[in-house]
């Protein structure tokens, strides 16, 4: 297949929409293009500064970047390709990521800006289906962790806690406390499948977007191609075309339409429910399991961090673990996990982060013969997005964060109690 090049189009035909820690996504808007319109750009980010001291062998061959294939062969045996964004390598040019980043660093935000920058010497980027473009409103929503811990790994000091509040809400309250926005979202109630409590959840996460002005990063919004803020009235006029009955932009009553015309369809989709089996089966022992288990068996090394010094798996080693994950691994008795499954157990737990970590964006269906919005929207498309890799290196922060957490929630007046409607029983 011949390669797809970035330099067939112009900087100037690419707008920026967002980023994250490690990435960065700018939409394609130039002349029809059977390659590029339509999709979106991920390009991956450096450290600001580091670019100037790294010596690079320019001319070595790169690999792909690690994200299509870790999808292509891993993601895809664990969700269905319809619920997937299609993802392609494109090779990249210097020159033409310098212009790009003349052209829209001063669209990104000033935090993000003095941290971190485009990977100039990257050779290779990913080509992505374009979610947000091409459609009048798109809705980002970040779910997060969507089950309880069960009981039989975690220590005395932790069990009461951790079996009684969800890891998001305790992690809210921690971040709070630091100065960032409060929330009432629980993800347990959007992966409760109970329509009343899921309705609660999107009035919840709706709040949050509202009263941050948009910078909760757990629901997003996005009009013409752009994140949309509570205070632009354009968007919020198109919000109220699609979501309302009579286009009225009274922030109650589009909080409202907007809970009415999702929560049937997120009821109604296999996501929530994929995702929350995916994220507690393989986080089974939870952080304290893992990290005992890990302990036990590296008794030569009891000073060192969890998963330090443990190499990252291969894509060879993902397929395999897969395949245990859809055989053997569901008849393990993981309330006495054996040793000699620690490395299986590491893997599992930083694919639990993946599916803890992703995105789904959601966006209304148009009838086939009409470009506009007859009436709210109440049928939608639902993709999973931003499933990346993690590494074993994250592993001892992790566990130290859940220390953090729990610790800082104890001495805490909060006292919420999350149910997990998959194991009420
Ligand atoms: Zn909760």
Not at 123 to 129: D, E, Y
Not at 210 to 219: A, H, I, R, W
Not at 231 to 257: G, I, P, R, V, Y
Request: net charge negative; charged share 25%; glycine share 6%.
């Amino acid at each position: 297949m011949t390669p797809i090049l970035i330099t067939e189009t112009k900087p100037e035909d690419w707008t920026y929409i967002s980023e994250g820690g490690a990435s960065i996504v700018f939409s394609y808007r130039g002349p029809r293009n059977v390659q590029f319109s339509d999709h979106v750009l991920r390009l991956r980010k450096v450290a600001r500064g580091s670019l100037d001291n790294t010596l690079l062998d320019t001319n070595a061959e790169q690999p792909d970047d690690p994200m299509i294939a870790f999808q292509d062969n891993i993601i895809s045996k664990l969700i269905p390709s319809e619920l997937l964004a299609s993802l392609v390598v494109v090779v990249l040019d210097e020159e033409w990521l310098r212009s790009l980043i003349d052209l829209r660093d001063a669209d990104r935000p000033a935090g993000r800006r003095q941290t971190d920058q485009i990977d100039v010497h990257r050779k290779k980027g990913v080509l992505a289906t374009d979610l947000i473009g091409g459609t009048p409103i798109a809705i980002e929503i970040k779910p997060k962790w969507g089950f309880l811990p069960r009981d039989c790994h975690l220590s005395p000091e932790t069990v009461a806690l951790k079996t009684a509040t969800c890891r998001f809400c305790m992690h809210t309250s921690f971040m709070v406390k630091q100065g960032d926005f409060d929330t009432t979202y629980c993800p347990l109630d959007l992966f409760s499948r109970d329509e009343m409590r899921v309705r609660k959840a999107l009035g919840d996460l709706w709040a949050g977007w509202y009263e941050s002005g948009g910078s909760l990063n757990n629901l997003r919004f996005f009009v013409e191609g752009r994140m949309a803020k509570p205070d632009d009235d354009h968007s919020m006029k198109l919000l109220a075309h699609f979501f309302t009955a009579d286009e009225s932009t009274d922030a109650q009553n589009l909080q409202e339409s907007f809970t009415t015309a999702l929560a049937q369809a997120l009821v109604d989709s296999p996501i929530l429910p994929l995702l929350s089996t995916l994220q507690r089966t393989l986080d089974i022992l939870d952080i304290e399991g893992l990290s005992k288990l890990h302990t036990q068996t590296s008794l030569d090394f009891p000073s060192e961090g969890l998963g330090s010094s443990v190499l990252d798996p291969s894509m060879e080693e993902w397929e395999d673990f897969v395949k245990v994950y859809h055989s053997d691994y569901h008849l393990w008795d993981h309330t006495a996990p054996s040793p000699g499954h620690l490395r299986h157990y590491l893997m599992a737990y930083l694919l639990s982060a993946t599916f803890k970590d992703c995105s789904i964006i959601i966006r209304p269906r148009l009838h086939p013969l009409s470009t506009t919005q007859i009436g709210p929207a109440r049928s939608f498309d639902a993709t999973i997005i931003d499933m990346d890799i993690k590494s074993m290196n994250r592993l001892g922060k992790w566990e130290k964060l859940d220390r953090k957490i729990v610790e800082h929630y104890k001495s805490s007046a909060g006292q919420r109690r999350c149910i997990d409607s998959q194991r009420a029983s």
